[in-house]
């Protein structure tokens, strides 16, 4: 099989070790996993196969389509989108609807129920029922298994916090659901209260770092890309489109098979940087669709063929590049071979 010039890193005792510490600070509560977006761009299916592994027994999708892909792996998913009329043919076993509108809660009711999932507004202003609706009895008779909302401000210091949390708790016993879930990753930093019975972390299980209990999160996924020409630059030449690096010294350059095609953006043109061992090389010139220029004065045995490595620690290069988390990591496009280590 021939590789790509493109390639993640997938570091597998890295994921599980984030999903366990994770667990640990969700308390008492179980701790899920948000697996959508093609596992926050890493591969859903391998994502989802090493945490189960490791215990994890919540999954969390955008859409049905998200959830068939996983649909053979055996695992317990809840698709966050809810429920479309579109959605109704191709149910696969151990898949939730997460219900967030009065049409989806009869849509459901219509196709015959069973386990399901409710989301409800307080205060992001985006999916959900609200808790007006649950409290006027709209979700009786439905078989609940998670009662769910989500934060708007939970890596900020912000009064909402506190009211959302009020919000969702004042629902408890007004439904049949079995489970109530609040905390995503920044949530199950504020502590016991916003636990409830599941936490439901996303970017922290990849090396996403927002709060200080996140200290210990590890990196997961680390960008490497292959060389396709090194060759000498002289004093006062410029490199790449519209000459916005220009040689201050003769110097040695690689290009790389990488661009902003793959996720490696503009915003990188002179500032990301590549590693080869210790050395670090940094970006020159702009970063074009296909193509990514370094300096590797630093390294001078790296030759055509070999490979360097991106800096990319997700709070470092978010406040590089001015994206954030969940930019830099679902960005990264299909050109890349995921190869789990």
């Known amino acids: 099989m021939t590789t ?20 640990r600070l969700s308390g008492t509560a179980a701790c ?3 697996v959508k977006a093609n596992g ?46 579109e959605d109704l043919a191709d149910r696969p076993p151990h898949v939730r609807p997460v219900l967030g509108t009065p049409e989806q809660v009869q849509r459901w009711r219509e196709a015959g129920g069973g386990a399901c999932d409710v989301m409800v ?36 210091e912000v009064d909402l916090n506190a009211r959302q949390l009020h919000a969702f708790a004042a629902l408890a016993g007004h439904s049949s659901a079995r489970r109530l879930s609040l905390a995503n990753s920044s949530g199950l930093a504020l502590g016991a209260d916003y636990h409830f019975d599941l936490t439901r972390p996303g970017i922290a299980l990849y090396g996403g770092r927002q709060r200080a209990p996140h200290a210990g999160i590890a990196q997961v996924v680390t960008p490497e890309a292959q060389i396709l020409q090194r060759r000498r630059v002289t004093a006062g030449e410029t490199i790449g489109y519209n000459a916005t690096y220009t040689a201050p010294r003769d110097m040695e350059v690689a290009i790389l098979n990488l661009g902003y095609a793959d996720g490696y953006l503009r915003c990188f043109s002179n500032k990301g940087r590549a590693l080869a061992g210790d050395a670090v090389l940094p970006v020159v010139g702009r970063v074009s669709m296909d193509l990514t220029a370094i300096c590797v004065d630093a390294a001078p045995t790296l030759a055509e063929g070999d490979w360097v490595s991106m800096a990319y620690d997700l709070p470092e290069t978010a406040a590089l590049s001015g994206l954030s988390q969940y930019e830099l990591i679902t960005g990264l496009g299909a050109r890349f071979d995921r190869v789990w280590a």
């Open 4 to 23: 790509a010039p493109l390639r993640l890193r997938l570091d597998a005792a890295a994921l599980v070790a984030n999903w366990r510490l994770l667990a």
């Open 32 to 34: 899920g996993a948000a």
């Open 40 to 85: 926050y761009g890493l591969g859903a299916r391998g994502v989802v196969q090493r945490l189960a592994a490791a215990g994890c027994r919540d999954f969390f999708v955008a859409s049905w389509a998200e959830a068939r892909d996983l649909a053979d792996l055996g695992v317990t998913v809840s698709v966050l989108h809810g429920l479309r009329a």
């Open 121 to 156: 507004d307080t205060g992001m202003n985006r999916l959900g029922v609200s808790p007006a609706q649950v409290a006027a009895g709209l979700l009786d008779g439905l078989a609940i298994e998670t009662l769910m909302s989500h934060l708007v401000s939970a890596d900020e």
